[in-house]
């Protein structure tokens, strides 16, 4: 999730409704997609794949990928953030023909360790998916039970407004504790899809924001609509909005998105950044939730708990070590 600073610089942008329209029709997908795209760069309009990166002033566009066509966000002030331009790309010609396309924060590389043709380089390798997503933090993966007890380190009673949130939507709850396998892992709204995906994403998203905002209690419904959420300053005053957002995907891809295939992209220089323990814990964690043993998973949470102790020091797990431990051990579906 990107946070969005203004800014009143002038220079060459390009703009979500400014997109010129695809020149001609887009070719299928086939055998030749690598030799093609060797042709058109994903960068290009009438590419199959076609990757835009979202920034938001002047200085941004120097960092920009040569693989992606940038994308000056500057003036979107939706709440939503990066949902917002999904939704606008969606409705926009620059994105119609495509077979797969995707907008990915300026800080991509920074946040990934990955190249733009790297990106390309492993969905023209693995093809046939619906959506390729990644995590940039694969260090959660070993020590959170799903990416819904992360946030709750990160945003002020996370959890709480989560599960208000959930009922309100009409959604399971019990989704909020299970423990998740590392592939359902996903942050940063990191996705390149297909159009297939997006006709059923975005809606999907919508309906569930509209649904919570109608039922859920106008104090709660102000709070998670605040910028509380972010207390550490850290997403230029951000609402919990996006950051439930972000965590919806996995939820549609269980429910209306089942039918869709999805393919985790590696991310290689983050996982080299993983000590052992990072490395262990989440094997154990992935071990236990596919034996669906009760046991192992508690052997795991032990050594979470011994592991975050060391690591983050006495006063960090007072305040977060009991939230984030979940009582019943319940095991998501992958």
């Known amino acids: 999730m990107e946070s969005a600073p203004q800014s009143e610089e002038a220079d060459e942008k390009t703009r979500v ?27 290009a309009l009438n590419s199959p ?35 917002n331009v999904f939704e606008q790309l969606q409705r926009n010609a620059a994105t119609q023909g495509a077979v797969l396309w995707g907008a990915l924060s300026w800080r991509f590389a920074e946040k990934t360790g990955m190249q733009g ?35 709750e380190v990160s945003h002020p009673q996370f959890l709480e407004l989560a599960r208000l949130f959930y009922a309100a939507a009409g959604l399971d709850d019990k989704e909020l504790i299970a423990i998740e396998p590392s592939s359902n892992f996903s942050a940063a709204n990191y996705f390149v899809a297909s159009p297939k995906f997006w006709s059923l994403f975005i809606p999907f998203v919508k309906r569930v924001l509209v649904t919570a905002d109608k039922r859920l209690d106008p104090k709660i419904r102000d709070l998670i609509h605040s910028k509380v959420a972010d207390d550490k300053a850290l997403h230029a005053g951000a609402t919990y909005i996006p950051f ?48 669906q043993s009760a046991w192992l998973a508690a052997c795991w949470v032990n050594y979470r708990n011994l592991y975050l102790s060391q690591t983050n020091g006495k006063a960090w797990c007072e305040k977060y070590l009991r939230a984030i431990t979940p009582t019943e051990v319940k095991f998501g579906s992958s």
């Open 17 to 43: 409704a400014d997109l010129p329209v695809a020149p001609g029709p887009t070719p299928e997908v086939d055998g030749q997609l690598e030799r093609k795209l060797s042709k058109e760069p994903p960068r």
């Open 49 to 83: 794949i076609r990757i835009f990166q979202i920034y938001f002033e002047g200085w941004q566009r120097e960092l920009l990928d040569p693989a992606f066509y940038p994308l000056d966000n500057s003036r979107n002030s939706s709440e939503l953030m990066e949902f």
């Open 244 to 291: 439930i957002v972000e965590r919806l995907f996995m939820v549609f891809m269980r429910s209306e998105g089942k039918g869709l295939k999805a393919y985790k992209v590696a991310l290689p220089e983050r996982e080299r950044e993983l000590n052992v323990h990072l490395k262990l814990l989440r094997e154990m964690k992935d071990v236990a939730h596919k034996t």
């Open 117 to 151: 043709a790297e990106l390309v380089k492993q969905i023209v390798d693995h093809p046939g998916y619906d959506v390729y997503f990644c995590n940039p933090h694969p260090n959660n993966e070993g020590v959170y039970h799903n990416m819904w007890v992360q946030g």
